[in-house]
């Protein structure tokens, strides 16, 4: 074997979300195809919501590399079959789907990634090209026979210097506004600084995926990348999940993107602490960044802590305040359905955030399937409350489990009620009427979004309600022993992909029940935990 000609491709969910009116390239896989191409490779990289990839080029390519979310795993199964069956050429996997389910990938790659590839895909590569043995290559799974092998984990690398070029994204440049127009989407850059989180929220995947921990980047390296993503637009992401977790070197950062004068308007992701430092806040303003992204997750006491945020409601009050009093942008997101959760918390939610007058909210149901390694492989909701259909339904935005205190088709109609009342005509208005303008253009951009969305949420309600009917009492609270009955007997509905790491890793297999400390949406005995 000898690989030269290397195509990266990542398809997108089947369902629209909140992404879909953008032409943003996901981080992942331009920088990998970046480190293969420094490495000497012919690279071609394909975002699907930026241009389809090409068969031609797919024909003509030693080796195709896919990334992949859960959402767009059965797309990428089917173009991974058709390129075995029709080429015979080698695929290679990664991304958040492949890492937590090799097992499942497996059976249409030949090798999985996990976490961090940076490092791993150039020595699987180049292990290939000589003819090597790739069990000795850490940090991926392959097949033996008919067994999955997984080898050593390799913790990610401690520097990640390079510039991710976007000119290797095929149809990729700078949109005008004809093209926007035409297209009905908006571009949006994507540069990190960090990698991992300090925190450890439970029902958040950073630290598996993440698992050299919390590392900044040299502070020129992302002023050469910011440069370099200049000639492609103003409107920037940082995509760390904690932009300001180490302050001195944040400010560093603003510092120089200070100096750079480059233009950005820029969205950053941060928790609540970030609004204890003035001076870190008057240095974002400065250095363009007009909008902060922050986890809030819950107006629940007992959730918080149940979700392990170290976090309260009354540092979420505190931390909007004084955002709100440098001018930013503020957009938060929730997680509900966990067991302290009920329609009442919801409810409670969404009038939060009109009273709290945030620019944009999101509610996201749990997805608890993915198998932590930090808990013994076990998922955060228990395997027998889950509900699986397919992967095109694991985008963030449909319910996949049964919850403790409110049946799923109920989730699902108050997370549908929850986002219209939050973009709605009249907090539109309201928007113009305090002169909030960009507020006003963000809550109609998602108002139209939504409509989109809710569609295909609306439709999946019928198939909710056909499976919670009988395991609730008229209180709608889960009867538990119900369930488990059902599943013993058929469970044709469950996620069983999360449990195919048992056989792998030779762990004991689940059994019925599952231990309930081993879901996060139980409520730990100590609240003060979190003050």
């Known amino acids: ?72 795993a059965d797309k990428t199964r089917q173009l991974a079959e058709k390129i075995r069956r029709s080429l015979g050429v080698p695929i290679i996997i ?36 000589r003819g090597g043995d790739v069990s000795s290559v850490h940090g991926i799974a392959f097949r033996e026979g008919d067994r999955v092998r997984r080898t050593p984990s390799r913790q990610g690398p401690k520097a990640f210097e390079t510039v991710p070029d976007f000119s290797l994204i095929d149809g990729y440049k700078k949109m005008s506004v004809l093209d926007m127009l035409l ?58 999940n904690d932009f300001a977790a180490i302050r001195p070197y944040t400010k560093k950062l603003l510092a120089r993107m200070v100096e750079e004068d480059l233009g950005f308007d820029i969205l ?37 802590v149940g979700y392990d945020k170290k976090q309260t409601l009354e540092k979420i009050v505190a931390a909007v305040d004084k955002l709100h009093s440098y001018g930013f942008r503020i957009s938060g997101s929730f997680v509900v359905g966990a067991d302290t959760d009920t329609l009442d918390t919801i409810d409670r939610t969404v009038q939060f955030v009109l009273d709290q007058q945030l620019t944009i909210a999101y509610f996201f149901p749990i997805w608890g399937h993915y198998p932590e390694q930090i808990r013994g492989y076990e998922a955060i909701v228990p395997w027998y409350r889950s509900i699986f259909r397919a992967w095109k339904y694991c985008d963030g935005n449909f319910v996949t489990h049964f919850p403790l205190n409110l049946r799923p088709s109920q989730l699902q109609r108050a997370l549908i009620d929850a986002h219209a009342r939050v973009f709605s005509a009249g907090r539109v208005v309201d928007s113009l009427r305090r002169r909030k303008y960009a507020d006003a253009k963000e809550k109609l951009a998602h108002r139209y979004m939504w409509w ?16 919670e009917d009988g395991v609730y009492d008229a209180a709608d609270h889960l009867r538990q022993d119900v369930l488990i009955e059902r599943v013993r007997r058929d469970g044709w509905w469950t996620f069983k992909d999360g449990n195919r790491a048992i056989e792998t890793l030779g762990l004991s297999p689940l059994e019925l029940p599952v231990a309930r400390e081993n879901n996060i949406t139980c409520v730990p005995p100590v609240l003060e935990a979190a003050r």
């Not at 958040?96 to 961090?116: I, K, M, N, Q, R």
């Not at 440069?227 to 492609?232: L, N, T």
Request: hydrophobic content about 35%.
């Open 1 to 72: 074997m000898r690989i030269r000609r290397i195509t990266c491709i990542q398809l997108s969910g089947e369902y629209p979300d909140f992404c879909y009116r953008l032409v943003m390239p996901d981080y992942g896989m331009p920088f990998i195809g970046t480190v293969l191409a420094e490495a000497g490779y012919d690279v071609r990289v394909y975002m699907e919501h930026v241009k389809p990839p090409d068969w031609q080029r797919i024909a003509e390519s030693d080796l195709v590399c896919f990334s992949t979310l859960s959402a767009g």
């Open 94 to 129: 990664g991304g958040t789907h492949a890492s937590y389910f090799p097992e499942s990938c497996l059976e249409f790659c030949d090798y999985v990634v996990f976490g961090e590839g940076d490092e791993t895909i150039l020595e699987l590569i180049d292990t290939l090209n």
């Open 183 to 240: 297209q009905r989407k908006v571009p949006l850059l994507t540069v990190q600084s960090s990698r991992g989180c300090q925190f450890k929220c439970t029902f958040c995947i950073v630290n598996t995926m993440f698992e050299a921990g919390y590392r900044k980047r040299d502070v020129e390296s992302v002023i050469r990348d910011l440069r370099d993503k200049r000639q492609y637009g103003r409107e920037l992401l940082f995509v760390d």
């Open 268 to 304: 950053v992701l941060t928790r609540v602490e970030v609004a204890r430092d003035d001076e870190l806040l008057a240095l974002m303003r400065r250095a363009g960044v007009s909008q902060i992204y922050q986890g809030y997750e819950s107006v629940q006491p007992e959730t918080l």
């Open 452 to 467: 989109t969305i809710s569609h295909g949420l609306r439709h999946y309600i019928p198939f909710l309600e056909e499976l």
